[in-house]
């Protein structure tokens, strides 16, 4: 028996294709109003206005050339599910028979988001209705809504579905529930993520686990009746962390970055920088980390990642911050054995936010890309900062931290209340719903302003939209403290009127090290102050002097030529910068390609096959494999 397909039809409900393999009922017990007119119908199809139910499209057996009313008083129909007394009834030979102590009536469908504006699946949110359970609701996809009764009879043992009960009877039962549920269902979304969305509302707003249709891991304060002027006023105190300003408000600025991402989005100029935070052991700069961001993640293995993830686990937890701050905790660019994996990772994340998204993989279908989008803030922390490109270097601002840095005493008084700062953001998360339109706007309008002013801060523009983008910030929190009833704010102004001088001088003192973070800079100027400077780097004048006496010099002279075995080359320049406190951090491989890259080295013109390196002259009866730098390269390093 082949399944009945029903759907709506002029306010009216038709059956299409009833077969003729089901049991046979006498149409005279059925009151029929009138005969159809069929000429527009498939062969062997008629269609009646029956009472109950209404239109009912009969497909006819093959046995039976000419159909009436009159001489035709049976025909071939499927049994008969149907609703009584919050039971499931069948009609057997028109005898009814008890078949489940229960039924489901459809309520709602959930679109469900995991990524803003990409719907991944629905489910139908069901009511089951049974003597023996209270308002208890269930939900399935799409795809298990036809085995519904299997599924709910597994999870809850007092409920039964007859084994001699057809399945077919049961599907078109469901689907007939379904269609007869459209004209009353709720359609509503349902998101997995946290930030901002306007999924769940006309207006934008923060999803987070407190609102009705969000499924995250993030959870906001519940504020009740907690006076904003109080919150507003507790959570400043944080500034207090520091006699120096520019280590505590410099991360107190960043720190509203996150929530702030969307708005600075939307007004044109999206918030691409991160912040590094440099120090060692015991300066506290994880302790401070974990006070002032990712502040609402609940889960304690997320609030913090380290760079023993995976570049995988590094996208997902990127993409699972937005419209936060991810911290990256514990960077170690000098611990043998981990540099590449470190470098790799740290790259892969500073240039994520950089760029606002990760980099694109190709699909299932091998045809498209996917990327994830990337909306949040990044904080690192670590020992030392990565010999990276000049590009990455420009992608997060530094601060420079000891153990003097902080005020333990205040510091552990935020850590052991975290709840200070998390309703302080909560409230500023709240300002920021209702002046939503309002900031956007002044952020719009306001940006192309302060670039006049701060767009020569640096020779590098990637660092004044930082300072730009804070000093917007804390025009924000500015308007964000009159919104917490804050009306003197001469304390306020005192911090943030240093602002402007604070982040100057941190994007001046950032852009002065990105001049000499170049990694071939690196390395011409670690060759520059030891080649024939220090006793263990001599420089032979040409190969002859060299083949003398091979042990006592690193390299010789050819023409315009240095010639140097690569490994000699690598362990002078990690030598030189670990003895100016500054780790080099960059494999040999990746000094090589940089140094051919920009011309500093020479090679073969069948570089795939040879690599980086040249063959010498015969040395001692044996050809060397040398890097070969150019002499006129090293010259123009001071």
Request: glycine share 4%; proline share 2%; net charge neutral.
């Amino acid at each position: 028996m082949s399944e009945n397909i029903i759907e709506e039809y002029s306010g009216e409900v038709k059956v299409i294709n009833a077969g003729a393999k089901g049991k046979m009922i006498d149409l005279s017990e059925v009151p029929i109003a009138e005969c159809y007119d069929c000429s527009g119908l498939e062969p062997k199809q008629v269609l009646f206005n029956i009472v109950k139910p209404n239109p009912l499209m009969i497909n006819l057996p093959n046995n039976i050339a000419k159909f009436s009313i009159e001489a035709t008083k049976k025909f071939y129909c499927d049994n008969l599910v149907f609703e009584k007394d919050n039971y499931l009834f069948i009609k057997k030979n028109n005898i009814e028979v008890k078949i489940s102590n229960f039924y489901i009536k459809p309520v709602r469908i959930e679109k469900i988001f995991y990524i803003e504006g990409m719907e991944k699946e629905k489910n139908i949110v069901c009511k089951i209705i049974c003597d023996d359970i209270d308002d208890n609701f269930i939900g399935f996809t799409i795809e298990e809504y036809k085995r519904a009764f299997n599924i709910i009879i597994k999870k809850y043992p007092e409920l039964y579905l007859t084994k001699d009960s057809y399945s077919n009877d049961i599907e078109r039962y469901l689907s007939e529930k379904y269609i007869e549920s459209k004209q009353y269902l709720e359609y509503v979304n349902v998101v997995c993520f946290s930030g901002w969305t306007n999924l769940l509302d006309p207006r934008a707003v923060y999803a987070n686990s407190n609102i009705v249709g969000c499924t995250c891991n993030k959870e906001l304060s519940l504020l009740d009746n907690d006076d904003k002027f109080i919150i507003f006023n507790n959570g400043l105190k944080i500034l207090n962390v520091s006699y120096d300003l520019e280590k505590s408000l410099v991360p107190f600025l960043y720190a509203h970055t996150g929530f702030m991402a969307k708005l600075f989005e939307d007004a044109g100029h999206p918030i691409r920088f991160g912040l590094f935070i440099k120090g060692k052991s015991g300066s506290y700069k994880t302790t401070l980390a974990k006070v002032l961001f990712n502040v609402f993640q609940t889960n304690q293995r997320k609030k913090v990642i380290n760079f023993e993830s995976t570049k995988a686990g590094v996208e997902m937890a990127l993409k699972e911050a937005k419209d936060d701050i991810l911290i990256m905790d514990d960077i170690n660019f000098s611990l043998k054995g981990t540099q590449k994996k470190a470098n790799e990772l740290f790259e892969l994340a500073i240039r994520a936010i950089g760029d606002s998204n990760t980099k694109a993989k190709v699909s299932s279908d091998q045809k498209s890309l996917a990327q994830n989008l990337v909306r949040c803030g990044l904080v690192l922390t670590g020992e030392d900062e990565p010999e990276n490109s000049l590009s990455s270097a420009l992608r997060y601002l530094t601060l420079n931290v000891d153990n003097t840095s902080y005020l333990s005493d205040i510091l552990f008084y935020f850590s052991d209340n975290e709840d200070v700062m998390k309703k302080y953001f909560t409230s500023f998360i709240f300002f920021l719903t209702e002046k939503y339109d309002e900031i956007v706007f002044y952020i719009k309008n306001n940006f192309r302003e302060l670039y006049k002013r701060y767009g020569k801060t640096s020779s590098y523009d990637r660092l004044n939209f930082s300072v730009i983008s804070l000093m917007l910030v804390a025009d924000v929190i500015k308007k964000y403290a009159k919104w917490s009833n804050i009306e003197d704010l001469s304390v306020f102004d005192q911090s943030l009127n240093l602002t402007e001088d604070v982040l100057k001088e941190n994007v001046r003192r950032k852009s002065n090290e990105s001049k000499c973070l170049e990694l071939e800079e690196l390395v011409l100027i670690a060759l520059n102050q030891t080649l024939d400077i220090q006793a263990n780097c001599r420089l032979a004048k040409d190969i002859k002097e060299y083949e003398k006496d091979v042990n006592s010099y690193i390299a010789f002279k050819k023409n315009d030529e240095i010639w140097l075995r690569h490994e000699d080359l690598y362990e002078v320049v990690c030598k030189y910068w670990d003895k100016q406190g500054k780790a080099y951090t960059a494999t040999q491989d990746k000094t090589h390609k940089r140094l051919y890259e920009v011309g500093v080295i020479k090679c073969y013109d069948d570089i795939d096959k040879n690599g980086y390196l040249m063959k010498s002259s015969s040395i001692n009866g044996r050809r060397i494999r040398m890097i070969v730098i150019k002499n006129e390269k090293l010259n123009t390093i001071n």
